[in-house]
């Protein structure tokens, strides 16, 4: 029985849209770290550990390459949930083609740059020479699809942003449905080794990146005027797009440069600790993955809600998502606790990584508790386009997990690096939170 001083119940409403949103998008994020279980399944069953860990370092490599360019994601979210809210289907068609544009010259960019970006990647993150001259093969079999892999984060968020969530489900599921198959074909009846991994996941984007423009095309708003370039090259809009994705990007390369960071050390206590700690994170990315299915709700409900100034329906959204975030964590721990060591026996045979992984694997079965947060905020931010504020909060989240290595990987060795990625992960999550009140209250009266 509630008293009027109770807060009311959340609308069951709210609760059916958000689990409409996040459930196809959940799934859609699953397939990723799926396919990379397979890619680090097909490593690790070859001859050595070299292979797993070369994969490991050429993937961490991908994420400076292409996740650091995720702005095209998350900003074009932002901004095409915000149109979307407006029913402004001028700014819905503008958004996009600004940011496919972005996505083509900046795809064409790592292309030419890619000897020098791939040497510096790999020898920054360090590793046994064997487990290095891997990560290049992989590297520069995967390279070739930069242009197509960006565009596909374009088309991804633009459908996330105007609640399409079933044609993100199927862009996604068919990219990693192509990868997996492909993986197997390359490498088992190929026997292109570890190139074919790499050359697996560039044709799976090319392929996406077709039916991404098919989707694109047969959603596109109709009976507008021609678009005049004038309004792609509007001064307002484009400082905008490179305001927030300046902001972005910058917030990424410090949440890379963590991960980074993080495998640099653990490469520094051998290859069989790199392999460990690099399997264990798969536990991490499927987590992220799955909560990030109600953070990308949160994102195209917030950013509707800013576009319409509905205060109201900001904090409902911000409630809902946040409640069934908590819960998803929840879930992903007591897996990870009850079935953690099953998962390290089908990802590797090999009998050093799996000690390895076995002993760490605690600090991969509190992470999802310590994430949630972080991971939640991040995609309110990212829908009312608030990224000022979302790189500061990564900034200084970041110098706290450069602290907490620096004072803790020392004395505890690896226990100690797992320890300051924990609380890096809770950092990122205070940092959001104690400016969520401003970013409702700019939204005006409620």
């Known amino acids: 029985m509630t008293t009027p001083?109770?807060?009311?119940?959340?609308?069951?409403?709210?609760?059916?849209?958000?689990?409409?949103?996040?459930?196809?998008?959940?799934?859609?994020?699953?397939?990723?770290?799926?396919?990379?279980?397979?890619?680090?399944?097909?490593?690790?069953?070859?001859?050595?550990?070299?292979y797993l860990g070369g994969v490991a370092l050429g993937g961490l490599v991908f994420s400076f390459v292409f996740w650091g360019?995720?702005?095209?994601?998350?900003?074009?979210?932002?901004?095409?949930?915000?149109?979307?809210?407006a029913r402004d289907d001028d700014a819905l068609r503008a958004t996009l083609l600004r940011a496919l544009l972005l996505a083509a010259a900046i795809g064409l960019v790592v292309l030419a740059v890619q000897t020098p970006l791939i040497?510096?990647?790999?020898?920054?993150?360090?590793g046994s020479e064997a487990v290095q001259a891997t990560a290049r093969l992989y590297c520069h079999a995967r390279i070739w699809a930069a242009p197509f892999a960006l565009a596909n984060y374009v088309v991804l968020g633009y459908l996330l942003g105007c609640q399409r969530v079933r044609l993100a489900l199927l862009t996604q599921v068919f990219i990693n449905a192509v990868n997996i198959v492909a993986v197997l074909v390359f490498v088992y009846r190929f026997d292109w080794a570890i190139a074919g991994i790499g050359a697996a996941t560039a044709a799976a984007d090319a392929c996406g990146f077709a039916l991404g423009m098919a989707i694109l095309w047969r959603l596109r708003p109709r009976g507008l005027p021609p678009l005049a370039w004038s309004a792609l090259s509007d001064s307002?809009?484009?400082?905008?797009?490179?305001?927030?994705?300046?902001?972005?990007?910058?917030?990424?390369?410090?949440?890379?440069?963590?991960?980074?960071?993080f495998a640099h050390l653990g490469a520094r206590e051998g290859d069989a600790i790199l392999a460990a700690n690099a399997l264990l994170l798969n536990f991490q990315t499927f987590m992220a993955f799955g909560l990030d299915g109600f953070a990308h709700a949160a994102e195209a409900l917030v950013g509707a809600a800013t576009g319409a100034r509905d205060r109201h329906a900001?904090?409902?959204?911000?409630?809902?998502?946040?409640?069934?975030?908590?819960?998803?964590?929840?879930?992903?721990?007591?897996?990870?606790?009850?079935?953690?060591?099953?998962?390290v026996g089908l990802l590797t045979d090999q009998a050093s990584i799996r000690t390895a992984a076995l002993q760490y694997l605690p600090w991969a079965a509190a992470s999802p508790l310590a994430s949630v947060a972080?991971?939640?905020?991040?995609?309110?931010f990212i829908g009312a386009t608030r990224t000022r504020e979302l790189m500061l909060a990564m900034t200084a989240s970041s110098a706290v997990f450069l602290l907490a290595a620096w004072a803790l990987a020392g004395p505890l060795g690896n226990h100690g690096l797992w320890l300051a990625m924990t609380v890096f992960m809770i950092a990122r999550g205070v940092t959001l939170g104690v400016q969520l009140p401003a970013i409702e209250r700019r939204l005006g009266p409620a």
């Not at 040497?119 to 360090?126: E, I, N, Q, S």
């Not at 307002?236 to 960071?261: E, M, P, Q, Y």
């Not at 900001?314 to 060591?341: C, D, E, H, N």
């Not at 991971?375 to 309110?380: C, H, I, S, T, Y």
């Open 5 to 50: 001083l109770d807060p009311p119940p959340l609308p069951v409403r709210w609760h059916r849209r958000v689990l409409m949103l996040a459930f196809p998008i959940v799934v859609a994020n699953l397939t990723q770290p799926i396919l990379g279980a397979v890619d680090t399944a097909v490593a690790g069953h070859l001859d050595g550990p070299q």
């Open 69 to 85: 360019f995720g702005f095209l994601r998350m900003g074009t979210t932002g901004l095409v949930a915000q149109a979307f809210g």
């Open 119 to 126: 040497a510096f990647g790999v020898g920054a993150l360090g």
């Open 236 to 261: 307002h809009a484009l400082k905008r797009l490179v305001v927030i994705n300046r902001d972005i990007f910058v917030r990424t390369l410090c949440l890379l440069g963590s991960f980074g960071w």
């Open 314 to 343: 900001f904090r409902q959204a911000v409630k809902v998502t946040m409640f069934w975030s908590v819960i998803g964590a929840t879930g992903f721990s007591l897996v990870y606790w009850a079935g953690g060591a099953w998962i």
């Open 374 to 380: 972080g991971f939640q905020l991040d995609g309110v």
